[in-house]
Each structure stands twice: as C-alpha cells, then as structure tokens.
C-alpha cells in the first residue's frame, strides 16, 4: 500500500467504487493513458463521504460523492437526488470533481471543477 492511502481494490472490500471508475474509465481524461490502473481511497467528510480515484500514470485525482458512484442520486425520491437537483445538477448524471491534475499541467485548468461524467469521458476521448 501507497503512503497517500490509494491501492488497488480488486477483492470484495470497495470493489462498487473500484469497478466505476475502470469500468467507466478506460482511458484517463488528464494524461489520455489508455491503461490508467485506477487507485482508490474513501475519505470521510463531514457533509458526506467521497470516494478519490488516482490515475497511477499521471497521478491526477479525481473524486465522487459515495452516493454518486453507487448510483443513489439518479433520482429525486432520495434525500441526496432532491440536493443534487437543488443545486442545478441533472439527477440522470454522474458528477466527478477534478481534485489534482497530476502530471497533466495542460489540463490545470480543470483542477477543482465539477462536472458530468460524459464530459470527462469526452475529455479522455480528445486526448
């Protein structure tokens, strides 16, 4: 294991987080590496835990509300689907926040932005 925390969950624990982001990210949207070999950790906050995802090439961080990656936003019924729609976003979209670019100074321009999961994935395309 990593000193930062990140590893690899390819067994039971974490395996919902771990399968997002490979599963939606098969190349990464800051450096464009088509073999990412994604990281994770979970960080506890105080609104809500985020799961944090490390491109090992590039070491850019992204990140997700917990509810986000399991998918329990998508609609308004849910306490955190009613905020997310509060707050301007698509309830039928996952959000991820660009928390480090890494290595990937071209793109410092996406540090600390918030957006769809299909922008990001744009992004990767484009690289």
Not at 82 to 104: C, F, M
Request: proline share 3%; glycine share 8%.
């Amino acid at each position: 294991m990593s000193t930062d925390g990140f590893k690899r969950r390819d067994g039971f624990v974490a395996i919902v987080p771990q399968k997002f982001i490979d599963n939606n990210f098969k190349k990464c949207p800051m450096c464009g590496t088509t073999e990412p070999h994604w990281t994770h950790k979970s960080k506890m906050g105080w609104a809500q835990t985020r799961e944090l995802f490390k491109c090992d090439k590039c070491a850019c961080i992204m990140s997700a509300a917990t509810a986000e990656v399991a998918g329990f936003n998508k609609t308004i019924i849910t306490t955190t689907g009613l905020l997310k729609k509060l707050s301007g976003k698509k309830n039928r979209s996952t959000y991820l926040r660009v928390d480090e670019v890494g290595t990937a100074q071209v793109t410092e321009t996406h540090k600390g932005s918030e957006m769809p999961i299909e922008e990001l994935q744009a992004l990767a395309e484009d690289i």
